[in-house]
């Protein structure tokens, strides 16, 4: 198969379109799920950030005072809010896709959809009160 | 409403055309007329050269699947009213190669299909002294919804994965493959694991989702392919931590 011999009654010559680089553009759908897909970097940026944290407090009350300075610094600042915007984003769009991936039985109910979703929102609630709590409780 | 609406037809004639054009014709709409009836009136009385896959009308052939103004549908369930006041860009379906007109090559679809074994696999039939292989109404339930696939591959037109890598075998062959690894009458999800959890195969899916969205018969297939994944990554585990059998 392919486009460049001579058509003849017995042997037609396809049409191939090729998807253009911009596909992406095409329907918001689609922009959705890129935005959705290079929200990965900035979970990456996350763990690397933390990675830096453990690293601060190891090195001493001093290299953490450098760290929390340079925390302060705005480009940092910018970078951690929309990091942050980005992983709420990451985190929401996971959520909606996680009913489709887990089908769960208790016995022989199947548990619908909306409250496969309901579960992950409450473990979310739940680990972000246990994590306030021990940042501001204990 | 108008009593007419504009429809702008997508033309391929390989023998003298070497890109897509467009005829613009204008067909009635009455409010129970879909694109093909516009189709089916433009080849009767206006161009009878236009070529075109259809066949039941009501949505279960599966051949008429085209791009309407952007979206892959059937069009058979597409009415012009829905577009008014127009106009309607009809094209062939995206991702697939231009036979003529409106109609793609099916090909590679239809080759993905069998690979994926779309049968009962059993590896010895009972004797028929022993009845039916019955099923509970849970156990239909299961896979029912994965049955209903048409095979009619606007799920393909929507999946920039294919569209980008056509070695992907994609989303309706997954679907299909788990209306029957899901089956209890089935043994052949072994056979199946093969060809799905190879590099073209479940893992190429980066969950667009669109494959679902377009699905006229509520297949989901995005579904399927994220459930197989968490299957073949749990039978992955088993056979590397058990790796003579659990």
Request: hydrophobic share 45%.
């Amino acid at each position: 198969m392919g486009g460049s011999h001579v058509y003849s009654d017995y042997h037609p010559r396809w049409l191939r379109r090729k998807l253009s680089t911009y596909w992406w553009l095409e329907k918001r759908a689609y922009v959705a799920f890129i935005l959705r897909e290079g929200s990965c970097m900035f979970v990456a940026w996350f763990v690397v950030y933390l990675l830096l944290l453990v690293n601060s407090v190891v090195g001493g009350p001093g290299s953490y005072a450098r760290f929390l300075e340079w925390s302060a610094t705005p480009w940092v600042l910018t970078l951690n809010i929309v990091s942050f915007l980005f992983i709420v984003y990451h985190a929401i769009t996971f959520f909606v896709a996680a009913p489709q991936a887990m089908v769960v039985h208790i016995g022989h109910w199947r548990v619908p959809g909306v409250l496969v979703l309901a579960g992950h929102y409450v473990a979310w609630a739940a680990a972000s009160v246990f994590v306030s709590w021990l940042l501001l409780g204990a | 409403m108008g009593s007419h609406i504009r429809l702008q037809v997508a033309r391929y004639r390989p023998e003298q055309d070497s890109e897509i054009t467009f005829d613009e014709h204008e067909v009635p709409c009455p409010k129970d007329w879909v694109v093909l009836d516009g189709l089916n009136h433009i080849k009767d009385r206006i161009d009878a050269t236009l070529s075109y896959r259809w066949s039941c009308r009501m949505g279960i052939c599966g051949s008429c699947g085209m791009t309407v103004n952007g979206e892959p549908k059937l069009t058979c369930a597409t009415f012009l009213a829905d577009y008014a006041p127009g106009p309607v860009r009809v094209e062939p379906l995206r991702n697939f190669p231009v036979i003529r007109d409106l109609i793609v090559d099916i090909g590679d679809f239809m080759q993905k299909l069998v690979r994926v074994k779309p049968w009962i696999v059993r590896q010895a039939e009972k004797p028929v002294a022993e009845g039916e292989y019955l099923q509970t109404p849970e156990e239909l339930d299961e896979y029912k919804q994965y049955s209903m696939c048409i095979n009619c591959m606007l799920c393909y037109a929507a999946c920039p994965i294919y569209g980008l890598d056509p070695k992907f075998i994609g989303p309706a062959a997954i679907a299909l493959a788990q209306r029957y690894n899901l089956d209890r009458r089935d043994e052949g999800a072994s056979d199946r694991m093969a060809v799905l959890s190879e590099h073209d195969g479940i893992w190429g899916c980066t969950f667009v989702g669109q494959c679902t969205k377009v699905c006229p018969k509520h297949v989901d297939p995005a579904g399927a392919i994220q459930r197989y994944k968490l299957t073949a990554a749990v039978e992955s585990m088993k056979s590397f931590f058990m790796p003579r059998g659990a």
